[in-house]
């Protein structure tokens, strides 16, 4: 019998990371092992206070082709960023 | 390099020849974009791509038996650790690689399967001994210098996942080159005898650490499709000479001598002329015929084979495990 191990996908939060972010990815036959081979092959050098595993399968992902769909419709609603309006300096700091 | 006789497929194309979506892809490439593993590619660029990279894989998992091989023969409990360092971290290299290669579409076991079977290369250079503590000292500074050389361009690759995992091990690699140097200064600083393996070492590891870049430009086909779709960035020629000229002066600072007569400064070009390899030992090194082919990739079959029940058993046990939680 011959059955490779699922795919998982890693993420570490660092010491001062705000938030988990993925690094890579490792083959393990469960979360635990997962887990023990992420700080294996993932934080040799003290990368991470924290880390996640996902079995990759259960990742939805987007798909590249509807980038235009999902992100252009912001491009046009600039007003969403402060810099679009004017605040004379008399006002002071906003 | 790593990577040394990576043949892409298809040749070159002109832009009148591309179909609509390979000039598209061509133009993002340009652009600098990176690809990522759901972007639309040719099928050359995915088969070339998995070649490169599982070969680069590859070397990273078989370059650890030289090494590995001096592990509990190191002369200090200081220099064993930092040797099992930096194997292991030889072995992380590997799995990075592997799971960039993955996303291509090819699974684990079948780039396991390929390396096993001959189907698949790995660096020429892993296919030297490594005679004694001195060769650990050499192949730190000069294999680990030159598969840097070969790195830090790679970083810019157009695929993504290769790109990252390139970005990541090139962080962790200068501490290779720097362990490997270090045992060179101590034993070139040592007692005659230390001194006379540090030389014999570096006669013997050059030509191969040379070799690492693969054939000369001139015997090197195939590579203009690889450089326009950059997965290969710099050529074995020019990458080579720029390892010679970083090496030298170090050479020199240890006080031993490049095995080459012909190594000359030549100030017209800003460069040193050098010696080629003998480019027939490399291609029967390739071809399987190197000194330590067979005992490589019978240590890796080995290690698979007498594996293979303890990742059955860890997968029977996990599937066990997981059907239990469903029954509850």
């Given at each position: 019998?011959?059955?490779?191990?699922?795919?998982?996908?890693?993420f570490?939060?660092?010491?001062?990371?705000?938030?988990?972010r993925h690094?890579?990815?490792?083959?393990?036959?469960?979360?635990?092992m997962?887990?023990?081979?992420?700080?294996?092959?993932?934080?040799?050098?003290?990368?991470?206070?924290?880390?996640?595993?996902?079995?990759?399968?259960?990742?939805?992902?987007s798909?590249?082709?509807?980038?235009?769909p999902?992100?252009?419709?912001?491009?046009?609603?600039?007003?969403?960023?402060?810099?679009?309006?004017?605040?004379?300096?008399?006002?002071?700091?906003? | 390099?790593?990577?040394?006789?990576?043949?892409?497929?298809?040749?070159?194309?002109?832009?009148?020849?591309?179909?609509?979506?390979?000039?598209?892809?061509?133009?993002?490439?340009?652009?600098?974009?990176k690809?990522?593993?759901?972007?639309?590619m040719?099928?050359?660029?995915?088969?070339?791509?998995?070649?490169?990279?599982?070969?680069?894989?590859?070397?990273?998992?078989?370059?650890?038996?030289?090494?590995?091989?001096?592990?509990?023969?190191?002369?200090?409990?200081?220099?064993?650790?930092?040797?099992?360092?930096?194997?292991?971290?030889?072995?992380?290299?590997?799995?990075?690689?592997?799971?960039?290669?993955?996303?291509?579409?090819?699974?684990?076991?079948?780039?396991?399967?390929?390396?096993?079977?001959?189907?698949?290369?790995?660096?020429?250079?892993?296919?030297?001994?490594?005679?004694?503590?001195?060769?650990?000292?050499?192949?730190?500074?000069?294999?680990?210098?030159?598969?840097?050389?070969?790195?830090?361009?790679?970083?810019?690759?157009?695929?993504?996942?290769?790109?990252?995992?390139m970005?990541?091990?090139?962080?962790?690699?200068?501490?290779?080159?720097?362990?490997?140097?270090?045992?060179?200064?101590?034993?070139?600083?040592?007692?005659?005898?230390?001194?006379?393996?540090?030389?014999?070492?570096?006669?013997?590891?050059?030509?191969?650490?040379?070799?690492?870049?693969?054939?000369?430009?001139?015997?090197?086909v195939?590579?203009?499709?690889?450089?326009?779709?950059?997965?290969?960035?710099?050529?074995?020629?020019?990458?080579?000479?720029?390892?010679?000229?970083?090496?030298?002066?170090?050479?020199?600072?240890?006080?031993?001598?490049?095995?080459?007569?012909?190594?000359?400064?030549?100030?017209?070009?800003?460069?040193?002329?050098?010696?080629?390899?003998?480019?027939?030992?490399?291609?029967?090194?390739?071809?399987?015929?190197?000194?330590?082919?067979?005992?490589r990739i019978?240590?890796?079959?080995?290690?698979?084979?007498?594996?293979?029940?303890?990742?059955?058993?860890?997968?029977?046990?996990?599937?066990?495990?997981?059907?239990?939680?469903?029954?509850?």
């Open positions: 019998m011959s059955k490779e191990w699922p795919l998982w996908e890693v570490i939060r660092g010491q001062h990371g705000m938030s988990h690094v890579g990815s490792l083959h393990a036959a469960d979360a635990e997962a887990l023990k081979n992420a700080r294996d092959v993932y934080t040799r050098r003290n990368e991470g206070v924290s880390m996640w595993v996902v079995e990759s399968s259960n990742i939805t992902a798909a590249p082709s509807d980038k235009g999902l992100y252009e419709p912001s491009n046009s609603k600039i007003y969403r960023h402060p810099t679009f309006f004017d605040i004379p300096d008399e006002v002071g700091a906003m | 390099m790593y990577a040394q006789m990576v043949k892409s497929t298809g040749n070159l194309k002109t832009r009148d020849e591309m179909s609509p979506e390979e000039a598209h892809f061509q133009d993002r490439i340009d652009a600098g974009e690809i990522e593993p759901k972007d639309w040719p099928e050359g660029y995915r088969k070339t791509l998995i070649r490169q990279i599982g070969q680069h894989a590859h070397s990273e998992i078989v370059g650890q038996l030289p090494e590995g091989n001096w592990i509990t023969r190191a002369p200090t409990l200081e220099r064993k650790a930092i040797l099992l360092a930096k194997v292991q971290d030889e072995a992380g290299h590997g799995l990075y690689l592997y799971c960039a290669a993955e996303t291509l579409g090819v699974s684990r076991d079948e780039l396991t399967e390929d390396l096993l079977s001959g189907r698949m290369k790995y660096s020429s250079i892993f296919n030297y001994p490594t005679l004694n503590w001195a060769d650990i000292g050499a192949v730190g500074w000069l294999v680990d210098g030159a598969a840097i050389m070969n790195q830090v361009p790679l970083q810019r690759t157009s695929f993504g996942p290769y790109s990252r995992a970005i990541r091990i090139c962080k962790e690699e200068s501490f290779h080159q720097r362990q490997g140097y270090d045992i060179m200064m101590k034993m070139a600083q040592g007692s005659e005898a230390q001194k006379r393996m540090a030389q014999d070492a570096l006669n013997r590891v050059w030509y191969p650490a040379l070799m690492m870049f693969g054939p000369s430009d001139k015997d090197s195939h590579s203009g499709q690889s450089m326009a779709w950059k997965i290969k960035i710099n050529t074995n020629d020019e990458l080579r000479q720029k390892f010679v000229d970083q090496t030298v002066p170090q050479a020199e600072f240890l006080g031993l001598t490049v095995p080459d007569e012909n190594l000359k400064w030549n100030e017209e070009k800003g460069g040193y002329d050098f010696s080629e390899p003998d480019w027939n030992e490399f291609f029967e090194v390739v071809r399987g015929n190197g000194p330590c082919n067979t005992d019978n240590a890796r079959i080995k290690a698979w084979e007498d594996g293979a029940w303890v990742r059955d058993g860890l997968m029977a046990h996990a599937q066990k495990k997981s059907s239990q939680v469903a029954a509850e």
